[in-house]
C-alpha cells in the first residue's frame, strides 16, 4: 500500500504549520472537523505529505488529546491508501490487526471527493490509518 500522509498531532497548528511552512511544505485550507472535535491540515513537500491535527475544544475528548499528554507533539500515524476499504480491513483482520477506530466518512477529504478512514492496530506495529478516496458511495 501507499503511504497517503504522517499524521501529527500538534499543540498549536498555526505554530506548526509556520514551523513546516519553514521546512518546505505548502498547506492547504484548513479543515475544521466538529464531529472529532479536531481541526486539520495537509501539506504537502514533494511527495510527502503531513496531516497536522490539534484539538479545537480543549474542554471536550478528542483522538489526539492522549497523544499530546503523553508525547507532546509527534507524529502518531502513518496513513496508508486503500482502493477496496472493505477488502483490505479483512485481510489485515486475518493478519491480527484490530479495527481501533470504526470505518467512518473523513472530512478533510471531501474536498477531493470524499473518502472514508479506518483506525487500526496491531501489538508489533502500533497504530495505522487506512484511507479509501472518493468511497462515500457505499458507505453504510
Ligand atoms: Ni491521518
Not at 23 to 46: A, H, P, W
Not at 52 to 63: C, F, G, Q
Request: aromatic content about 10%.
Amino acid at each position: 500500500m501507499i503511504v497517503d500522509h504522517i499524521g501529527y498531532a500538534v499543540r498549536d497548528i498555526d505554530r506548526a504549520r509556520t514551523e513546516f511552512e519553514g521546512l518546505g511544505y505548502t498547506f492547504e485550507e484548513s479543515v475544521f472537523d466538529v464531529d472529532r472535535n479536531v481541526c486539520i491540515q495537509f501539506g504537502n513537500n514533494g511527495e510527502y505529505r503531513v496531516e497536522l491535527i490539534s484539538v479545537m475544544d480543549r474542554e471536550k475528548e478528542a483522538p489526539v488529546v492522549d497523544v499530546l499528554k503523553k508525547n507532546g507533539p509527534t507524529p502518531y500515524h502513518i496513513c496508508y491508501r486503500s482502493s477496496d476499504l472493505a477488502t483490505d480491513i479483512e485481510k489485515l483482520k486475518k493478519k491480527n490487526w484490530i479495527v481501533m477506530i470504526p470505518r467512518a466518512r473523513a472530512l478533510a477529504f471531501d474536498r477531493s471527493g470524499g473518502g472514508s478512514v479506518v483506525f487500526l492496530y496491531h501489538r508489533y506495529v502500533g497504530m495505522i490509518e487506512l484511507v479509501e478516496m472518493g468511497s462515500l458511495g457505499d458507505m453504510d
